[in-house]
């Protein structure tokens, strides 16, 4: 089938949130000769000046001056829309999402939870489409401009609403095939929902976890009391999404669990979002599993647990 984008053999990409993950994934594409904008806040001068940095254990250190802006609208309007700002600012990103999109855009939210495409696509004009965008990566931004990659890359896509939702296939394998043609693995994912409710099995207990306890993946896994408890909270997720209709793969939470096991030590990204007191995405990660797993008639107590002490430690940060 022809594809439906007329710029898909030059398409222009825009980064909406330049932290670690739009960061990495915009110098990658970058880096393969893509044309990327990168839309920036308070690193903006510095970026400018001095470019971006990517130190990766996988792809060695790469720098390079970039296309930065400090506004949407001094970008170009953009085929593709890579959003890699945390879901807890979607509704002050939407319009400036809007503002970059060229007719007919793909907007990818590079974020973690459910609903947020929900949440962001009554902000969206009708003819763009948009797509969920599963990363699996260990990386986090060490200082303005500098962002470490320390391993994994990995970013499944699927389809949520748009235009031509007959077409949607295709929409995502373009998106795959700009990824992979960065040198990144990338998948298309025929369940949007089912595939968040997946990476969920890892998400709910390291990330919270880490702002509890106040632990990275490596003691956090080499605890017998936090590995259970860790087993446990994937066990709840996959029991809320079988609850909500979504059957994970057998073995899923035991292969995550492995996995983990085998990375190198890791501070998830709502550690770092605790360490610099900013907002912790708990509704889309906690709040909305939670609600949707209760309506269908199935309670997650340590997830509830989990979310609760998670929320207190959220407002005491906030207000400090």
């Known amino acids: 089938m022809a594809s439906l984008d007329p710029q898909v053999g030059n398409p222009r990409i825009g980064i909406i949130g330049s932290g670690a993950i739009g960061g990495f994934y915009g110098v990658m594409l970058a880096r393969a000769g893509f044309d990327v904008h990168f839309l920036l ?3 903006y001068q510095v970026v400018r000046e001095q470019g971006l940095q990517l130190d990766s254990a996988v792809h060695g250190q790469v720098r390079m001056s970039v296309q930065a802006y400090a506004s949407a609208a001094d970008m170009p309007p953009c085929d593709w829309l890579l959003v890699g700002a945390k879901a807890t600012s979607n509704a002050e990103l939407a319009p400036l999402i809007v503002q970059a999109a060229a007719p007919q855009a793909r907007v990818v939210l590079l974020q973690n939870g459910l609903g947020v495409e929900e949440q ?3 902000a969206l004009r009708p003819d763009m489409h948009l797509l969920g965008g599963l990363c699996f990566i260990c990386v986090n931004r060490e200082r303005p401009g500098v962002i470490r990659h320390q391993s994994l890359g990995a970013v499944n896509l699927g389809y949520h609403s748009g235009p031509a939702p007959d077409d949607a296939a295709v929409v995502v394998e373009e998106g795959a095939a700009l ?7 990338s998948q298309a994912m025929a369940d949007l929902d089912q595939a968040r ?13 880490s702002v509890l306890l106040q632990a990275s993946t490596t003691p956090l896994m080499s605890d017998a009391d936090s ?3 860790i087993q446990a909270l994937m066990a709840e997720v996959v029991a809320g999404a079988k609850a909500c209709g979504r059957e994970l793969p057998a073995g899923y939470a035991e292969h995550l669990f492995r996995v983990t096991e085998k990375m190198p030590d890791y501070w998830p990204s709502m550690y770092h979002d605790h360490a610099l007191q900013r907002p912790l995405e708990l509704q889309a990660i906690y709040a909305e599993p939670l609600a949707r797993a209760r309506a269908a008639g199935c309670e997650l107590p340590r997830m509830q647990a989990l979310y609760q002490a998670l929320m207190f430690i959220d407002r005491r940060n906030r207000s400090a």
Do not use: H, T
């Not at 990824?179 to 693995?185: L, N």
């Open 197 to 209: 409710w997946q990476k969920l099995v890892w998400n709910v207990p390291y990330n919270g976890l």
């Open 41 to 43: 806040r308070s690193e």
């Open 179 to 185: 990824f992979r043609a960065a040198g990144i693995d």
């Open 227 to 229: 590995r259970a408890l």
């Open 120 to 122: 962001l696509r009554p």
